[in-house]
């Protein structure tokens, strides 16, 4: 069963066509969105799978698990894999089975203790920390190395967070890289990133796609799925969706 999850926190006018944007804890799929977490096994099961990278040690079917929300009613899913226990990220990371080029996405977690980290990771390649404790460049909300983390933002432990982000994927002519990827994110309906470039894949070939591709500069034109990292920590996720987009102009201020 789905959590039961608040009235949104704001609303702001996308513009880039995406139409009106909620953002915030609570918000509801926009118009031709699909929900890919709703807090249910057969969601789970359906639309996402392991992601098999060098260091993948899981075994189908997913052992993330489905708990009760401790916030609101209903049910939500806990990353914590045995596989990843000691920190091993990229032993049982999930991903959607449909992969993206450019796209809209909402995704909601809750940290259980101090310390807890997971990670939201846009095509399978950068991550969006989330981390509790760390206010630096890796820490949380960050697009990682790339920004600061905008920490005054966060909820904190054992309550909601949202993000909503709008990612438009690597532009390349001639089998070349030509436009970075960008991302613009709100943090729990704050607007913390705006068209924030990404220089290359951080954290090495167990952290996703291209990440072993000339020290993760090596970036292809490739789509790839959203992707949840586990590390051995209780944090929860909830109310996950996304909507596939063609951003034609390099900006994905919204």
Partial sequence: MAASIAAPLA??????????????????????????????????????????????????????????????KGTVINCNDPASQGGLYGSADIVTKKQ??????????????????SGVYLQNRYEIQVLDGDTTSHGMAAVINESKSPYY????????????????????????????????????????????????????????????NDGGKGITDKPGGLKLQSEGHDVYYRNIWIKDMELDKADTDF
């Fill in 153 to 212: 933002a966060y909820n904190g432990i054992g309550k909601w967070n949202s993000y909503d982000i709008l990612f438009r994927a690597a532009r390349f002519k001639d089998g070349k890289l030509v436009e970075q990827p960008m991302v613009t994110l709100y943090f729990n309906g704050k607007k913390v990133h705006s068209n924030q470039k990404i220089s290359q894949v951080w954290g090495g070939p167990n952290s996703g796609i291209d990440g072993g």
């Fill in 100 to 117: 993206f080029k450019d796209f809209r996405a909402h995704v909601e977690f809750l940290i259980t203790k101090p310390g807890g980290n």
């Fill in 11 to 72: 609303i702001a006018f996308c513009l880039n066509s995406v139409s009106y944007a909620q953002v915030g804890v609570g918000t509801k799929p926009i118009k031709g969105a699909e929900m890919y977490l709703d807090g249910s096994r057969k969601m789970l099961d359906d639309k996402w799978i392991y992601w098999e990278g060098p260091r993948f040690s899981a075994k189908p079917p997913i052992k993330w698990t489905v708990v009760n929300d401790p916030v609101d």
